[in-house]
């Protein structure tokens, strides 16, 4: 079955290190997002991919990186400049052309927790 | 860049009551709107969705939203609302030149049986 893959599911880290989480879709989708998901703020946008090799900032992308080299994958790095990084992250693709003209297909999501 | 405001944080109502949930976007150009539904422990998943034609749309479950482009706005309601609805509800934009989607704050609602 087609879908997005998100690992690890939780994730623990030490304050001052970069995590690289992971995003992969075999629904052959161009757009690829990831959001943070916070208790009473819903999902902001982080950065967006329309295309392999291209990415767009969101709302909050400062102390994250991403990168776009193949068509499936679309890891976010937290890099310790991220200074609130403890959340629930979440990936989404979209379908051909991208998102606006299908909806987003969502990822289970990985909760990461720094100390 | 564009905002999207949901006016209710937190909505209680009683089995069988009528719901409208706002949403407004602070964006002027094209758009898209969705409404998604997340139920405790799950994904978030497609409600109904607007691109363009008549604006008012329909969607699973008896939900339906309709889009006033005056108002920049595209609430979300149901007629008679069921337990099983208790869930959190997003409103997302979609700005058609950008290819983004944003998302609103959410507003939880607890149906009580």
């Known amino acids: 079955d087609g879908g997005i893959t998100q690992s690890p599911k939780y994730l623990f880290r030490k304050e001052g290190q970069n995590v690289t989480l992971s995003c992969e879709q075999n629904?052959?989708?161009?757009?690829m997002y990831w959001y943070r998901q916070d208790p009473g703020q819903g999902l902001r946008l982080i950065y967006y991919?329309?295309?392999?090799?291209?990415?767009q900032k969101g709302d909050i992308a400062e102390g994250y990186s991403v990168s776009r080299e193949k068509k499936e994958s679309f890891p976010l790095t937290v890099t310790s400049a991220q200074k609130n990084p403890t959340a629930f992250y979440l990936c989404a693709s979209s379908g051909r052309g991208g998102s606006y003209n299908s909806p987003l297909h969502f990822g289970n999501g990985t909760r990461l927790t720094v100390t | 860049a564009q905002s999207v405001s949901q006016h209710n944080h937190h909505v209680i109502l009683s089995e069988a009551a009528s719901l409208e949930l706002g949403c407004n976007y602070s964006?002027?150009?094209?758009?898209?709107l969705f409404w998604y539904v997340q139920y405790p422990g799950q994904h978030l998943q497609l409600l109904l969705k607007y691109f363009s034609g008549d604006p008012l749309v329909k969607g699973i479950k008896g939900f339906e939203a309709e889009f006033i482009k005056s108002k920049f706005s595209f609430n979300l309601r149901k007629p008679s609302v069921q337990w099983s609805d208790t869930a959190e509800y997003f409103c997302a934009v979609n700005h058609r030149a950008d290819n983004d989607m944003r998302f609103g704050a959410g507003t939880r609602l607890t149906v009580k049986p």
């Open positions: 964006y002027g150009g094209t758009v898209n």
């Open positions: 629904l052959n989708h161009d757009a």
């Open positions: 991919s329309q295309i392999v090799n291209d990415f």
